[in-house]
T-cell receptor, first 113, second 116 residues
């Protein structure tokens, strides 16, 4: 069975500072990893994915994530946070080619002035 | 290209009634997925469908829930005899057929079901 852990319910960052939202996963086989963002009362928006290739993946809105196989992690990062980045972030994994995403419980990011 | 459409956006039902949730995938997408988000939780996979076929329904409750994706028209998630525990946000996602590159799923805005 595949699983995702987002150890932090909430992350607070000052605008202009770098941010990291943590994600670790557990799968048998090669993982496909994703980050999505959810704004209040909205659906999920795709940010980025890791399928294969370079461990550092760049995505939308200046976000990036680093795949670390030895630590089974896929942390989301951004060099300089914006207040508008405040939202709920979900990490997800898919393995085995079944197209079934398993999501973490989400991390609420709050960026303050 | 319109995104994934879901309607209604909000649905209120009394216990024992039926709820029908509709999802129109993005143009060119033949794969549809349904997820449920309970309050304060992440999304849980329910069912994966292609046109006229259920591919994986391992996340569907055994009773009262059903899904279809007919040859013509939207995908429907149907909940019979709703109970308060069915109150949640139901999200639909779609993707094109998986080919050489893995295609991510695009999500709709969700239907928020409230059972009184």
């Amino acid at each position: 069975a595949q699983s995702v852990a987002q150890p932090e319910d909430q992350v607070n960052v000052a605008e202009g500072n770098p941010l990291t939202v943590k994600c670790t996963y557990s799968v048998s086989g090669n993982p496909y990893l994703f980050w999505y963002v959810q704004y209040p009362n909205r659906g999920l928006q795709f940010l980025l994915k890791y399928i294969t290739g370079d461990n550092l993946v760049k995505g939308s809105y200046g976000f990036e994530a680093e795949f670390n196989k030895s630590q089974t992690s896929f942390h989301l990062k951004k060099p300089s946070a914006l207040v508008s980045d405040s939202a709920l972030y979900f990490c997800a994994v898919e393995a085995g080619g079944g197209n079934k995403l398993t999501f973490g419980t989400g991390t609420q990011l709050k960026v303050e002035l | 290209n319109a995104g994934v459409m879901q309607n209604p956006r909000h649905l209120v039902r009394r216990r024992g009634q039926e709820a029908r949730l509709r999802c129109s995938p993005m143009k060119g997408h033949s794969h549809v997925y349904w997820y449920r988000q309970l309050p304060e939780e992440g999304l849980k996979f329910m069912v994966y469908l292609q046109k006229e076929n259920i591919i994986d329904e391992s996340g569907m409750p055994k009773e009262r829930f059903s899904a279809e994706f007919p040859k013509e028209g939207p995908s429907i998630l149907r909940i019979q005899q709703v109970v308060r525990g069915d109150s949640a946000a139901y999200f639909c996602a779609s993707s094109p057929p998986q080919g050489r590159t893995y295609n991510e799923q695009f999500f709709g805005p969700g239907t928020r079901l409230t059972v009184l």
